[in-house]
């Protein structure tokens, strides 16, 4: 299986940008996307295929990566983004998720 | 508007069965790739189960195979998940997503839990 592997937690101050870190076991090429949690909500779909922006998700939102290092933007932060961030293969079955990241505000 | 709407979900005995719906609207159901994506409280994502748009294939993770089955309705619209012999670690919210890239549309998730 492909593990993937991110940061428990990261605290960043409004209007900074933070990148969030996601490491896979092995090659996923560009088969990687990123979802955004917010408390008691269903996960929402941010980037996928690497580096593709969802269709109305703003564009504070960016995502960069092939092979087994991928990286989520989000420049400026904003009070809003406070959520879980998962990233999530689709590589190969079956398929996985990051553990998450909590992003928290200074 | 796309819409994912699950249902039965509930307490149920370990060794049990349940099976949950998922009544898709405001797309092309057969067109799309569907699945099942869980998260027990607390706790992080885990896929469940695929299907093809035609149902012809599906896929599970070794945590389920054999146990849960994915099957889906393109005259109604509806993809389901049977789950047979349920155990503890089976409680979970469980969502339907839509899967063209990533999984684009989600439901708004169903509890199960299962427990004596």
């Known amino acids: 299986d492909t593990v993937l592997t991110q940061s428990p937690a990261l605290a960043v101050s409004l209007g900074q940008r933070v990148t969030i870190s996601c490491r896979a076991s092995?090659?996923?090429?560009?088969?990687m996307h990123w979802y955004q949690q917010k408390s008691g909500q269903q996960p929402k779909l941010l980037i996928y295929s690497a580096s593709n922006l969802e269709s109305g998700v703003p564009s504070r939102f960016s995502g960069s990566g092939s092979g087994t290092d991928f990286t989520l933007t989000i420049d400026p932060v904003e009070a809003d983004d406070i959520a879980n961030y998962y990233c999530q293969q689709s590589n190969e079955l079956p398929l996985t998720f990051g553990s998450g990241t909590k992003l928290e505000i200074k | 508007e796309v819409q994912l709407v699950e249902t039965g979900g509930g307490l149920v005995q370990p060794g049990r069965s349940l099976k949950l719906s998922c009544v898709a609207s405001?797309?092309?159901?057969?067109?799309?790739?569907m699945s099942w994506t869980r998260q027990a409280p607390g706790k992080g994502l885990e896929w469940v189960a695929s299907?093809?748009?035609?149902?012809?294939?599906?896929y599970y993770p070794d945590s389920v195979k054999g146990r849960f089955t994915i099957s889906r309705d393109n005259a109604q619209n509806t993809l389901y998940l049977q789950m047979n012999s349920l155990r503890s670690e089976d409680t979970a919210t469980y969502y339907c997503?839509?899967?063209?890239?990533?999984?684009?549309?989600w439901g708004q998730g169903v509890m199960v839990t299962v427990s004596s």
């Open positions: 997503t839509r899967d063209p890239a990533g999984s684009d549309y």
């Open positions: 299907i093809t748009n035609s149902g012809g294939s599906t």
């Open positions: 405001g797309f092309t159901f057969n067109n799309y790739w």
């Open positions: 092995k090659s996923v090429s560009t088969y």
